[in-house]
């Protein structure tokens, strides 16, 4: 592979044609790239022109670019948001002092290890979202996923390049690790856990952007105040487009609520089977689908009590959420935070060292965040006047990682023996017959401006285009 003009191919604003080092890394691993994507990556959209964002700079203008774009033809870019010469350490046992820019030989295995793992979930989740596009709901939506999944794509792009760029043959190596593990494959599968779940189906869909892409943007705003500067500059650019990822979970769960309880007016019940007949999705399933992607995407965090969070964090490669924003002394040896317990018959709290607990703290930010969302699809049942409420399950539910892991808690917090666990597991779970319903409504509507019967259209179209407009030409 030569006479690749990168600056050409390959947005950049990292002077790429000036590394031919760095350029000869690309040029054998981006073939590759190619050849997973027409495997891997989104099913039957080969010839598709996409009415897509792509971005070609970090300035206002330049990084949301709109137009009908081939999806193999997408120029998967590399950006930094712009830096400072000067910019100190913000936090750990370095801070104050000027913030890398290249990797700290001593750090190199963990800071690796925390990109290859970021890494890692950008090509799951298109993996995961491939078979999606035969069942879209609507071009608008089906426009959607293509745009998240080649932004995906280009997430991988944005560590391959630090991989190569500052990691030497182990980079190169783990760049070409990233295209062969699989989600969901029993041998070689995705590293974490929740990227190796299936995503049948649309409610799955949007319930994974809007719980699973916010684990990604609390991970990425955690990464984009790290001591290693190129790393802190490209997740910064990442969180960017993470946005819209989360906007279209937000907006297609709101959408399916929307629908779901017009149809609940119009026939004047809430009847599961009624409603089910009528072709909508039935709330208490929604919240089932709700208990299971929040649970799945918590555990994503890790164990709560975890020395490595603390390494990551007094060594100046991982910081908490908005850690800029926060008025202690940023070192945090003195401190300590609450974690939960599972005792036998209930949940206790036991203060640990904060350093160990950051995952933990990392966390309890997320759930924050997520619980808001969850509030304002409420506000669309109260608005149509449904007196039911959808609820984030409590922390303890259906954990498979840290010191709560297996421990029998209900979505609403009581500890239970297992058996009832297991009993009652189909009240809190999507259970088979529930995704066989979701599955049995997802049909390919792709004419302009209709929408599949179970879901409301949005409020307006993408980048002020009419709703019915042509997002998907199919040739
Ligand atoms: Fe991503
Ligand atoms: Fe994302």
Redesign the pocket.
């Given at each position: 592979m030569s006479g690749i003009n990168y600056s050409e191919k390959i947005p950049n604003n990292v002077n790429l044609s000036e590394d031919r080092t760095l350029q000869r890394a690309l040029e054998q691993w981006q073939p590759n790239f190619v050849s997973w994507w027409d495997d891997i990556g989104p099913e039957g959209s080969t010839d598709s022109e996409v009415y897509l964002r792509t971005a070609v700079s970090v300035d206002p203008q330049g990084w949301a670019q709109f137009g009908h774009v081939k999806m193999r033809d997408y120029r998967w870019g590399i950006f930094l948001n712009p830096g400072s010469d000067d910019r100190t350490i913000a936090f750990g046992d370095h801070k104050g002092e000027k913030a890398w820019t290249d990797v700290p030989g001593e750090y190199r295995a963990n800071l690796r290890r925390i990109i290859v793992t970021?890494g890692d979930?950008?090509p799951a989740?298109v993996e995961q979202q491939r078979h999606l596009g035969l069942t879209a709901p609507s071009m608008y939506d089906l426009r959607n996923l293509y745009q998240i999944n080649v932004?995906?794509g280009?997430?991988?792009w944005a560590m391959v390049y630090l991989l190569h760029k500052h990691f030497g043959r182990d980079g190169r190596e783990e760049a070409d690790a990233l295209l062969e593990r699989r989600s969901g494959d029993e041998d070689n599968p995705r590293i974490l856990g929740a990227f190796n779940e299936a995503t049948p189906d649309w409610l799955s869909f949007f319930m994974f952007t809007y719980f699973t892409?916010r684990d990604?943007k609390f991970q990425?705003a955690a990464l984009s105040e790290s001591a290693f500067d190129p790393l802190a500059r490209t997740t910064k650019f990442?969180l960017t487009?993470?946005a819209h990822?989360m906007f279209v979970g937000e907006s297609g769960v709101a959408r399916t609520i929307q629908r779901t309880a017009q149809v609940m007016n119009e026939l004047k019940t809430d009847d599961v089977n009624k409603l089910r007949a009528a072709g909508v999705i039935d709330l208490p399933t929604i919240q089932r689908y709700l208990n299971f992607h929040f649970s799945v995407t918590i555990d994503l965090f890790g164990a709560d009590e975890s020395s490595n969070a603390a390494t990551f964090y007094s060594t100046g490669l991982k910081s908490r959420y908005e850690e800029g924003k926060r008025d202690d002394d940023h070192i945090l040896k003195d401190k300590t935070y609450p974690v939960l317990v599972a005792k036998d018959g209930g949940i206790e709290t036991k203060e640990v060292p904060m350093l160990n607990a950051l995952n933990e703290v990392l966390r309890d930010d997320y759930i924050k965040d997520s619980v808001a969302g969850v509030e304002r699809w409420n506000k669309v049942l109260t608005k149509a006047g449904i007196p039911f409420q959808l609820r984030v399950p409590h922390k303890a539910f259906n954990r498979n990682i840290g010191a709560l892991a297996g421990a029998n808690v209900t979505p609403e917090g009581q500890v239970v023996s297992e058996t009832e666990w297991k009993a009652r597991a189909g009240e809190w779970l999507p259970s088979t017959e529930d995704r066989a319903f979701v599955a049995s409504l997802m049909g390919r509507v792709v004419e302009p401006g209709k929408f599949a019967n179970w879901i409301a259209p949005p409020a307006m179209g993408v980048n002020r285009m009419p709703i019915e407009f042509d997002y998907v030409r199919f040739n």
């Open positions: 970021q979930t950008e989740s932004e995906e280009r997430h991988l892409d990604g990425l990442m487009e993470e990822h």
